[in-house]
């Protein structure tokens, strides 16, 4: 009690405000590419989580001042720094989610599938890691183009005999966030409220919002819809050319992956009301991954909303018709490469 009378007022309020200092589970996550524009954001977004004891950081580089600062914040999760392939292995045992970011990034004119060469063969090694340590995690890919890692890492896992489609997550998060930012600006709805689906994948006419889906329920004029779907499909390339050579989206992407990975950890803990967009192995059209809305539990993916596909109207029918064709060739080149290795 003496030593409370010296807590100034204002500090004692910030410090109950500040809720995630109670642990309220002990789930470990793991970041492979830790030390990156999305990782280190990355990082204290998921230092700020309740749910976390444990928070693994891995880079080829510079991880440990990434983490040495990241362990002074006074929350709950312990931060463990784990630096080049020697460390891998042991980033990863025990933990239930891992994170990838691991990888180049876009400059300018660049597109996602320029990337492919070098973050195919990340992607690979970091996921057969994972498959000898922690088969039964959460993997979320956030490494792009994710239209063919996501593939990749599931001819991989198969591979090593270990592969749960239903444990498998394309980061497609912040397809979601755009969206729901745009369209909440363009009808000035709340914030809060606005959620519209985004399915197909991950990269240019691939990223297909179902506007018409929106929730609350609103109405779009033609140029609206257009406008806004060619905005939420090429807002990456507007952060790429602000950026000017500097990189991707890093912050809006830290923003998004956390609330992924907050999600994921929802489920685990058991909460029965947690939905997410992702791209996954699915079933909903005639292509083997495919990003749309899912229900997440305990055991991964639970169920695949595919009313979300119902009822489109006819711009989304064709969208979604326009975008098969691209999609199929970024999933097939992924499959090719991972079965080409073997
Ligand atoms: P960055 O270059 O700033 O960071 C990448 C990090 O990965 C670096 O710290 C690097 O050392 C590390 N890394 C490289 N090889 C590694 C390996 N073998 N193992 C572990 N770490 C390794 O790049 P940034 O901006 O963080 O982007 C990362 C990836 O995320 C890129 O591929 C980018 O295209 C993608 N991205 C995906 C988005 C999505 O919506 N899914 C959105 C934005 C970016």
Same mark, same amino acid.
């Given at each position: 009690?003496?030593?409370?009378?010296?807590?100034?007022?204002?500090?004692?309020?910030?410090?109950?405000?500040?809720?995630?200092?109670?642990?309220?589970?002990?789930?470990? *996550?793991?970041? =492979?590419?830790? %030390?990156?524009?999305?990782?280190? @954001?990355? !990082?204290?977004?998921?230092?700020? &989580?309740?749910? +976390?004891?444990?928070?693994?950081?891995?880079?080829?580089?510079?991880?440990?001042?990434?983490?040495?600062?990241?362990?002074?914040?006074?929350?709950?999760?312990?931060?463990?720094?784990?630096?080049?392939?020697?460390?891998?292995?042991?980033?990863?045992?025990?933990?239930?989610?891992?994170?990838?970011?691991?990888?180049?990034?876009?400059?300018?004119?660049?597109?996602?599938?320029?990337?492919?060469?070098?973050?195919?063969?990340? *992607?690979?090694? =970091?996921?057969? %890691?994972?498959?000898?340590?922690? @088969?039964? !995690?959460?993997?979320?890919?956030? &490494?792009?183009? +994710?239209?063919?890692?996501?593939?990749?890492?599931?001819?991989?896992?198969?591979?090593?005999?270990?592969?749960?489609?239903?444990?498998?997550?394309?980061?497609?998060?912040?397809?979601?966030?755009?969206?729901?930012?745009?369209?909440?600006?363009?009808?000035?709805?709340?914030?809060?409220?606005?959620?519209?689906?985004?399915?197909?994948?991950?990269?240019?006419?691939?990223?297909?919002?179902?506007?018409?889906?929106?929730?609350?329920?609103?109405?779009?004029?033609?140029?609206?819809?257009?406008?806004?779907?060619?905005?939420?499909?090429?807002?990456?390339?507007?952060? +790429?050319?602000?950026?000017?050579?500097?990189?991707?989206?890093?912050?809006?992407?830290?923003?998004?992956?956390?609330?992924?990975?907050?999600?994921?950890?929802?489920?685990?803990?058991?909460?029965?009301?947690?939905?997410?967009?992702?791209?996954?192995?699915?079933?909903?059209?005639?292509?083997?991954?495919?990003?749309?809305?899912?229900?997440?539990?305990?055991?991964?993916?639970?169920?695949?909303?595919?009313?979300?596909?119902?009822?489109?109207?006819?711009?989304?029918?064709?969208?979604?018709?326009?975008?098969?064709?691209?999609?199929?060739?970024?999933?097939?080149?992924?499959?090719?490469?991972?079965?080409?290795?073997?």
């Amino acid at each position: 009690a003496l030593r409370a009378a010296f807590v100034p007022k204002a500090q004692k309020r910030n410090q109950r405000s500040w809720n995630y200092l109670q642990p309220q589970a002990s789930y470990k *996550v793991t970041i =492979l590419g830790a %030390a990156g524009g999305i990782g280190q @954001p990355l !990082a204290l977004l998921v230092k700020m &989580s309740p749910l +976390v004891s444990a928070l693994h950081l891995y880079d080829i580089a510079n991880v440990k001042g990434v983490a040495a600062d990241l362990s002074h914040c006074n929350t709950p999760s312990q931060v463990l720094d784990f630096t080049g392939a020697s460390e891998l292995a042991d980033s990863l045992k025990g933990v239930d989610v891992v994170v990838i970011p691991a990888g180049v990034p876009r400059k300018p004119g660049m597109t996602r599938d320029d990337l492919f060469n070098i973050n195919a063969n990340i *992607v690979k090694s =970091l996921i057969e %890691a994972v498959a000898d340590n922690c @088969p039964d !995690a959460f993997i979320h890919i956030i &490494s792009n183009p +994710v239209n063919s890692t996501v593939p990749i890492a599931a001819e991989v896992l198969k591979q090593k005999g270990v592969y749960d489609p239903k444990k498998l997550f394309g980061v497609t998060t912040l397809d979601v966030v755009r969206a729901n930012t745009f369209v909440a600006q363009k009808k000035n709805l709340k914030l809060i409220d606005v959620d519209v689906p985004v399915v197909g994948g991950h990269a240019g006419i691939t990223i297909l919002p179902l506007l018409s889906k929106t929730k609350p329920s609103v109405s779009f004029t033609n140029e609206e819809i257009q406008e806004l779907t060619v905005r939420i499909q090429n807002a990456g390339t507007e952060v +790429v050319e602000a950026k000017a050579g500097a990189g991707s989206a890093t912050l809006s992407m830290a923003y998004a992956a956390a609330r992924f990975v907050e999600s994921s950890l929802r489920a685990l803990d058991g909460d029965g009301d947690v939905y997410e967009c992702t791209f996954i192995q699915s079933e909903l059209t005639e292509l083997p991954f495919f990003a749309s809305r899912v229900k997440i539990g305990r055991k991964g993916i639970e169920a695949v909303i595919s009313s979300d596909l119902q009822g489109l109207t006819e711009y989304e029918e064709k969208a979604l018709e326009a975008l098969k064709p691209e999609l199929k060739a970024s999933i097939e080149k992924g499959l090719a490469f991972a079965q080409k290795q073997t």
